[in-house]
């Protein structure tokens, strides 16, 4: 069984849920946990968004899923262990998420792209996920930051606290840091390859962060919340 409504019939899924939800047969049919999901062999993606799933319910063997989508569940701590190193995209947007973390080793996690948006982290590592080249940590409780990758390629922080950042990411095409709601006083980053940047609603900084980015492309900035020396900064981009 599912843990909620439906039955497994080989690799597909035969489910008795919601009418009118064929692109995503389990979306929002009350499942709870996620054991089952063993049973499928050739499984690569899974979309369980709008459930009732909790920390509980999270324990896995090993899986072929490849795309997965945890979303609006009750999810308030995710622990990336072995069952899950195959998963390359995950989604765990919108729970009550208060901790991440991968315990696998760098070898065995295949994680590229992780979606950890709209949650309640106040701290965060991406630990032995090397290979993630898309983060967002948009709507958290993060304070403060300080994150260093080779493979990360875009980066979202929107919507925190961030009163601290240190970001080492020499190849980092873009980066959304605005509406937040403190102002930021000890940033420190190399970015040297960064295409984007958003620092627009209430993004309140200095000068000197404008500088040493050698490949910026388009750049938005609130101007209420920017110092004129920060703009003048931008002639030396």
Same mark, same amino acid.
């Given at each position: 069984?599912?843990?909620?409504?439906?039955?497994?019939?080989?690799?597909?899924?035969?489910?008795?849920?919601?009418?009118?939800?064929?692109?995503?047969?389990?979306?929002?049919?009350?499942?709870?946990?996620?054991?089952?999901?063993?049973?499928?062999?050739?499984?690569?993606?899974?979309?369980?968004?709008?459930?009732?799933?909790?920390?509980?319910?999270?324990?896995?063997?090993?899986?072929?899923?490849?795309?997965?989508?945890?979303?609006?569940?009750?999810?308030?701590?995710?622990?990336?262990?072995?069952?899950?190193?195959?998963?390359?995209?995950?989604?765990?947007?919108?729970?009550?998420?208060?901790?991440?973390?991968?315990?696998?080793?760098?070898?065995?996690?295949?994680?590229?792209?992780?979606?950890?948006?709209?949650?309640?982290?106040?701290?965060?590592?991406?630990?032995?996920?090397?290979?993630?080249? +898309? &983060?967002? $940590? *948009?709507? /958290?409780? @993060?304070? %403060? !930051?300080? =994150?260093?990758?080779?493979? #990360?390629? +875009? &980066?979202? $922080? *929107?919507? /925190?606290? @961030?009163? %601290? !950042?240190? =970001?080492?990411?020499?190849? #980092?095409? +873009? &980066?959304?840091? *605005?509406? /937040?709601?403190?102002?930021?006083?000890?940033?420190?980053?190399?970015?040297?390859?960064?295409?984007?940047?958003?620092?627009?609603?209430?993004?309140?900084?200095?000068?000197?962060?404008?500088?040493?980015?050698?490949?910026?492309?388009?750049?938005?900035?609130?101007?209420?919340?920017?110092?004129?020396?920060?703009?003048?900064?931008?002639?030396?981009?």
């Amino acid at each position: 069984g599912f843990g909620g409504h439906g039955e497994q019939v080989a690799d597909n899924f035969v489910v008795h849920g919601r009418a009118g939800a064929d692109s995503d047969p389990l979306s929002g049919c009350g499942i709870t946990e996620l054991s089952w999901i063993s049973g499928f062999r050739s499984l690569q993606t899974l979309n369980l968004s709008g459930n009732q799933i909790s920390d509980e319910g999270l324990s896995v063997e090993k899986t072929t899923v490849k795309e997965l989508n945890l979303s609006q569940n009750v999810i308030t701590s995710f622990v990336l262990t072995n069952g899950w190193a195959g998963v390359e995209n995950l989604n765990l947007s919108e729970n009550q998420l208060t901790s991440f973390s991968v315990e696998v080793s760098e070898g065995d996690c295949a994680l590229t792209v992780l979606n950890l948006a709209s949650n309640k982290i106040d701290s965060f590592n991406l630990g032995a996920a090397k290979k993630t080249v +898309s &983060l967002n $940590l *948009s709507g /958290n409780n @993060l304070s %403060g !930051l300080t =994150l260093s990758s080779d493979s #990360l390629l +875009s &980066l979202s $922080l *929107s919507e /925190n606290p @961030l009163a %601290g !950042l240190t =970001l080492n990411l020499p190849n #980092l095409a +873009s &980066l959304e840091v *605005s509406c /937040n709601t403190t102002y930021p006083n000890g940033i420190v980053w190399n970015l040297p390859a960064l295409k984007l940047l958003d620092m627009s609603k209430e993004f309140h900084c200095s000068s000197d962060i404008l500088k040493n980015l050698p490949q910026l492309e388009t750049l938005s900035v609130h101007l209420s919340g920017v110092s004129v020396e920060s703009v003048a900064a931008l002639n030396s981009v």
